[in-house]
Each structure stands twice: as structure tokens, then as C-alpha cells.
């Protein structure tokens, strides 16, 4: 779906956002023990149950990849895009009294307050200077 929204339009979905978000951030962070526990699986030298463990390892961590997958098709839904996984980095398209912008929004962030002007999308991001069409 492609979408563009205002500021105040970016600052009203984000409560949708930071919920995917928390979920993204919620399973990245568990994949991330999980796989840590597999790798210390691998290391052990004691083959006893070691392939049931290995194989419970990789479905749960899995089951992280697909909840990360359908939280990225959420966001792309919004017309958004997720530029980074750590720190979680969401890119909504917007408009501006300036023009096209991309607004840019981390976890843990409260509100949008960050942007790049159209193309710059990789560029630092910047405090936002603009104010809202209609505003």
C-alpha cells in the first residue's frame, strides 16, 4: 500500500507502531537467547538428547523469524518500512509544508521527531524543523 502521512497522521498511527514494534523488539530479543543457548548446546560434548534439544532450539527460533515477518508485512501494510531490526528503525513516507519527506521513528522513541528529506533515507537522521500541513 502506498501512503504518505502528515506528521500529526505519523504521531497518531504510532501507537499502532510502537505496538508491532514491541512485539519485533520482544522476539529479537528472545531469538537472540535462544540462539545463544544453541550455540552452547553445539559446544557441549555430551550427544545424550543433544539432537531432540537442537531441533526444539531451531523450531522455537523459527517461530521468532515468523513474528518478525509478519510484523515487517504490518508496517510495510502502513506504507512503512523497517530500515533496521537493532535499534528498531521505522520509515513512514510524508508530506511536508516543505515536500516529501521520511519520517524516521526508533524504539523508544515517544513520539516522530526524526526525518530525512526524500532519498537521504540512509543519511543520519535529523530533528524534524518542519511543521504539519494544516498546522
Known amino acids: 500500500m502506498k501512503r504518505t502521512y502528515t506528521l500529526p497522521e505519523a504521531n497518531r498511527v504510532l501507537r499502532l507502531v510502537r505496538a508491532i514494534a514491541a512485539e519485533m523488539v520482544e522476539r529479537r530479543n528472545a531469538k537472540r537467547i535462544l540462539a545463544r543457548e544453541r550455540e552452547e548446546l ?27 515477518a509478519r ?23 510524508g508530506e511536508s509544508r516543505s515536500g516529501t519527506v521520511v519520517f524516521c521513528w526508533q524504539e523508544g522513541e515517544g513520539a516522530v521527531c526524526f526525518g530525512h528529506p526524500l532519498g537521504e533515507e540512509e543519511d543520519r537522521r535529523r530533528p524534524l524543523r518542519l511543521r504539519a500541513k494544516g498546522a
Do not use: F, S, Y
Request: one cysteine or more; a negative charge; charged letters at 30%.
Open 42 to 68: 553445539e559446544a557441549a560434548i555430551t550427544p545424550e538428547g543433544l539432537r531432540g534439544e537442537l531441533a526444539e532450539l531451531d523450531a522455537r527460533i523459527w517461530e521468532h523469524d515468523e513474528g518478525v
Open 71 to 93: 510484523c515487517h508485512k504490518e508496517l510495510e501494510q502502513l506504507g512503512m518500512t523497517v530500515l533496521r531490526t537493532n535499534p528498531l528503525t521505522v520509515h513512514i513516507p
